[in-house]
Nanobody, 115 residues
Framework: QVQLVESGGGLVQPGGSLRLSCASS????????MTWYRQAPGLQRELVAT???????NYADAVKGRFTISRDNSKKLVYLQMNSLKPEDTAVYYC?????????WGQGTQVTVSS
């Protein structure tokens, strides 16, 4: 069983920045595809950004150019740098680790963008 623990959420003003972190217990962390999802109240969970084992990245159109996903395999961490935050970025952000046939989720961290 892989445990994922997100941190770094909080309240930020529009235009501000936050960096989310996700710590993994996976012994073979480097082979997992890591993804950040988010879920706003009343809406479905949506993909935000993905980074593969080979460090290829993919972003939702809504966050392209503002968010950056990265990973540090030596520390078993994945990050989500969020810049130019907007009120519509308000959501619970979840970390996901995936291999074929396996998927693990963190408990989520709240991000609130408000003045």
């Amino acid at each position: 069983q892989v445990q994922l623990v997100e941190s770094g959420g909080g309240l930020v003003q529009p235009g501000g920045s936050l960096r989310l972190s996700c710590a993994s217990s996976a012994s073979l962390f480097s082979i997992y595809t890591m993804t950040w999802y988010r879920q706003a109240p009343g809406l479905q969970r949506e993909l935000v950004a993905t980074i593969t084992a080979g460090s290829s990245t993919n972003y939702a159109d809504a966050v392209k150019g503002r968010f950056t996903i990265s990973r540090d395999n030596s520390k078993k961490l994945v990050y989500l740098q969020m810049n130019s935050l907007k009120p519509e970025d308000t959501a619970v952000y979840y970390c996901n680790a995936a291999l074929p046939g396996r998927m693990y989720w963190g408990q989520g961290t709240q991000v609130t963008v408000s003045s």
